[in-house]
């Protein structure tokens, strides 16, 4: 049997707000025209990359997706305590006696910026590019770090 819940008339706009803030606070996507086939015309967003970031004792990790993107089209630049990632991912060109019926995927340039937090070395990020992923590694200052000390007992 199912217990009854006290209706609450508010939940569901409650709900309907979170949601919105969340779709208007994420990344925007402007829209831009493609002419890739002869008379027809196809609108595709600007894309961000998707990113995860991971933190362990001694590090933070960025990981950015960017399948087929060359290496030289990648820049991680970091300038006032900001770590940027920016580049390009080149559309692919109509080649004779070879049509796009469709395209989905996103093209062109892109920029991610993450503010680097204070217990992170800004001198000491790395970064390597392998696979269609970026890792960008800013490890933690020694400071940061999580001592263990031994506790004596008398």
Known sequence: MKALARWDPFREMEELT?????LLTRQPF???????????????????????????????LIKVELPEVQKDDVRVTVEGGTLTISGERKAEKEQK???????????????????????????????????GVLR??????EKARPKQIEVQVA
Request: no cysteine; proline share 6%; hydrophobic share 30%.
């Open 97 to 131: 006696g070879r049509r796009f019926h469709r395209v989905e995927r996103y093209y062109g340039r892109f920029e991610r910026s993450f503010v680097i937090p204070d217990d992170a070395e800004p001198d000491n990020i790395k970064a390597e590019f392998k696979d």
């Open 30 to 60: 402007w829209r831009q025209t493609v002419n890739l086939v002869e008379d027809e015309d196809i609108t595709v967003p600007e894309w961000a990359p998707l990113v995860d970031i991971v933190e362990d004792e001694k590090e933070y």
């Open 18 to 22: 979170r949601r919105m803030t969340s």
């Open 136 to 141: 960008v590694h800013l490890p933690k200052s």
